[in-house]
């Protein structure tokens, strides 16, 4: 592969092999059956590196209950991100009013009224209601593969509307929450490796709203609660994070009462691997055509 | 000055104790302070004393405490 690094280079030779199959929009895409397997690889790949954790499987659908959105306060920190749902719900009039509005090119969006779900805007999100209660001695741990939403429609292949993510949430004592991160950031770093990317770590902040939001960025930064996994798959300068460590402190306990046995306050972490992300890196580095991939990244993905 | 703080953080800082039972130099996360909470205190505090907070000021430590809102008003009032 090329040396440079161009978003531009990677979306057309994504789309001239036939791995991401563009709808019209930017930043939703199809995938193809090699770009599915070799996510499907990846995927089991960390399966196995995570087999003896004990982690309880789950799966929810890419929405969300609009009350714990709400709770969350993702629209304090990301409005701009979020993807609420809306839906008709009027009469045959106003049935007919948005028939010929949609036709006629009219705008149409007051015709339809707010729904009780939203479009998941992290990954983690939909399982901390389950938590409400005081958590067994060890606290837990839960395995997901949820899609996201995030409204950022970009030309930019990594930067997507809809993606996926493998994500492991683990709640409990602060201690065994933070020594969890911290291994599995590790365990990040080596899983890249292993699989020829140029991987490194790095604190980092999330994309807050406004001005408020560089505030809450420095608070984030100077309190290290975010690390990523970063690799170059457009950028040089600017690598692209494929695996996103947060360290919530009391936040999502506090508003889902979330208590360990001795009655404290639990605390919660999340990690989650971009799964198209690292994907696209993989494409990047070893070239749109799995089966030329060097024979030790062959191995770890199909053993 | 102070008085006006102590007021916005009553009305702003979602602190889980009493604001009047604060020194000026005790440190207002502690109290209870979010990170939120402190974005909407950084906004009052803006419409109240009619200053706007630089990029290099909008950090953690400006709004830690009611002592270090004070010096970064004053800094701003004489800049």
């Known amino acids: 592969m090329a040396t440079t690094y161009s978003a531009t280079d990677l979306y057309d030779g994504l789309v001239k ?102 479009l998941t805007p992290a990954a983690c999100y939909p399982v901390y209601p389950s938590f409400t209660g005081t958590l067994p001695e ?66 980092a902040a999330d994309p807050f709203f406004g001005r408020g939001g560089k505030m809450l960025a420095s608070a984030q930064l100077e309190q290290q609660l975010k690390f990523e996994v970063t690799i170059p798959v457009i950028s040089e300068e600017k690598p692209t994070a494929v695996c996103s460590f947060n360290w919530h402190q009391e936040k999502f306990s506090k508003i889902f009462d979330i208590k360990t046995p001795d009655g404290e306050t639990a605390n919660t972490a999340c990690l989650g691997f ?21 024979a030790p990244v062959r191995e770890k993905l199909w053993p | 000055m102070n008085d006006e703080i102590r007021a916005i953080l009553k009305e702003h800082g979602r602190l889980a104790v009493d604001v009047a039972g604060l020194a000026d130099d005790a440190d207002l996360y502690q109290a209870g302070m979010t990170s939120h909470a402190s ?8 419409g109240t004393f009619d200053v706007e907070f630089p990029d290099r000021m909008l950090r953690r430590g400006v709004f830690e405490s009611i002592a270090a809102i004070r010096a970064a008003i004053d800094e701003l009032k004489q800049g």
């Not at chain 1, 971009?274 to 060097?294: I, N, Q, S």
């Open chain 1, 17 to 118: 092999h036939g791995l991401i199959i563009p709808v019209g929009v930017p930043g939703i895409f199809g995938r193809n059956a090699v770009f599915e397997d070799v996510l499907a690889r990846f995927d089991d790949y960390v399966s196995r590196v995570a087999k003896d954790d004990g982690a309880e499987k789950m799966l929810f659908p890419p929405t969300l209950d609009r009350k714990v959105f709400e709770r969350s306060e993702f629209l304090d920190s990301f409005p701009q991100l979020a993807g609420s749902i809306f839906s008709f719900a009027g009469n045959e009039r106003q049935h007919a009013e948005l028939r010929t509005r949609v036709h006629g090119g009219q705008p149409w969006a007051d015709l339809q009224v707010m729904t009780d779900v939203v």
């Open chain 1, 138 to 203: 060890n606290g837990r741990l839960v395995d997901m593969q949820n899609w996201v939403f995030r409204h950022e429609p970009s030309p930019e292949p990594t930067r997507m509307q809809a993606f996926r993510v493998r994500e492991f949430v683990r709640v409990g004592k602060p201690e065994v929450v933070v020594d969890w991160r911290n291994m599995w950031l590790e365990r990040g770093l080596t899983i890249m490796r292993s699989l020829g990317l140029p991987a490194k770590s790095e604190v």
């Open chain 1, 274 to 294: 971009g799964m198209e992300r690292v994907c696209m890196a993989l494409f990047r580095h070893h070239g749109y055509d799995p089966k030329t991939w060097p």
């Open chain 2, 39 to 46: 974005v909407n205190v950084m906004l009052a505090l803006e």
